[in-house]
């Protein structure tokens, strides 16, 4: 099993930053990927970003060049660096865990179904 445990959401006014935490226990060296998902009030869950072990980073086209995903061994800790906040990135911001013998394809990497582990979510409000 994983465990994992958000921290970091809060509100902040557009083009602000905020820094995501996540952090993993138990059996984390099963997981090759870890990451981010979103949900907004009314709209379904959909994929941020990614990282694998080996540090490959994937991100959701409405991230690129303004969120940071990064990985601290040392700390078992995950985090998402959230910069140029919008108000469409409000959201609840789960993180995730694959499991021991999901998908490794790039692909996977966005898919919910490749995850089986989740926190429990932290709230990102971005105000307009």
């Known amino acids: 099993q994983v465990q994992l445990v958000e921290s970091g959401g809060g509100l902040v006014q557009a083009g602000g930053s905020l820094r995501l935490s996540c952090s993993l226990s138990?059996?984390?060296?099963?997981?090759?990927?870890v990451g981010w998902f979103r949900q907004a009030p009314g709209k379904e869950r959909e994929f941020v970003a990614a990282i694998t072990w080996s540090v490959s980073t994937f991100y959701a086209d409405s991230v690129k060049g303004r969120f940071t995903i990064s990985r601290d061994n040392a700390k078992n800790t995950m985090y998402l660096q959230m910069n140029s906040l919008k108000p469409e990135d409000t959201a609840v911001y789960y993180c995730a865990a694959s499991g021991t013998y999901g998908s490794r394809t790039p692909e996977a990497a966005g898919r919910q179904r490749t995850y089986d582990y989740w926190g429990q979510g932290t709230q990102v409000t971005g105000s307009s």
């Open positions: 138990g059996r984390t060296f099963s997981s090759y990927f």
